[in-house]
């Protein structure tokens, strides 16, 4: 059965092809989460930027200037949690977008008498495309954990000097 309550052949290029039609929707979707992965790389690029001027700013800074920038640290460590939930949403998503993509494979694989190499191809391109997701996730996660750790190490200095 296709998406339509119709017999499928997956042995005939038209069906292959339909099948493929029909998953290129939801991957319009992928490009707007790419977009905005890429949206969230720059901003969490940016903290770090600040944390980094910020530990600058500290080296010369008296008590009141220490207690301005261990507020503004703060800030920053909150703005990189919100960006790594973000990215793991964005991730999530897309994970499951190619995820119901591939089970539209599946299933016209379960239905069919055979697949193409075509066929098999776009699948793995698929599973390629969520485990690099996946690998991009654990990336990110880890440059936002480094930079929480630099804002607390930077914090401590502040709250040292200003307390």
């Not at 600040?50 to 507020?71: C, Q, T």
């Not at 800030?75 to 190619?98: I, K, P, Q, T």
């Not at 654990?138 to 200095?157: H, K, T």
Request: charged letters at 20%; a neutral charge; glycine letters at 8%.
């Amino acid at each position: 059965m296709d998406l339509f309550g119709g017999a499928l052949s997956v042995n005939s290029p038209d069906d292959i092809a339909h099948i493929i039609q029909v998953s290129l929707a939801p991957a319009f979707l992928l490009t707007a989460l790419a977009t905005l992965l890429n949206t969230f790389s720059t901003r969490l690029a940016r903290i770090s930027d600040k944390v980094n001027a910020a530990d600058r700013e500290l080296m010369g800074a008296d008590e009141d200037a220490a207690r301005a920038i261990s507020v503004r640290l703060a800030f920053l460590h909150r703005r990189s949690v919100l960006l790594d939930a973000a990215v793991v949403l964005a991730c999530v998503g897309a994970g499951l977008v190619l995820s119901s993509i591939l089970t539209l494979y599946v299933g016209a694989l379960r239905e069919g008498a055979a697949a193409s190499v075509l066929f098999a191809l776009f699948g793995l391109a698929l599973v390629f495309t969520f485990i690099a997701i996946c690998a991009f996730l654990a990336e990110i996660l880890l440059a936002g954990r480094g930079i929480r750790v630099e804002v607390e190490r930077q914090r401590d200095a502040a709250s040292k000097r200003g307390g």
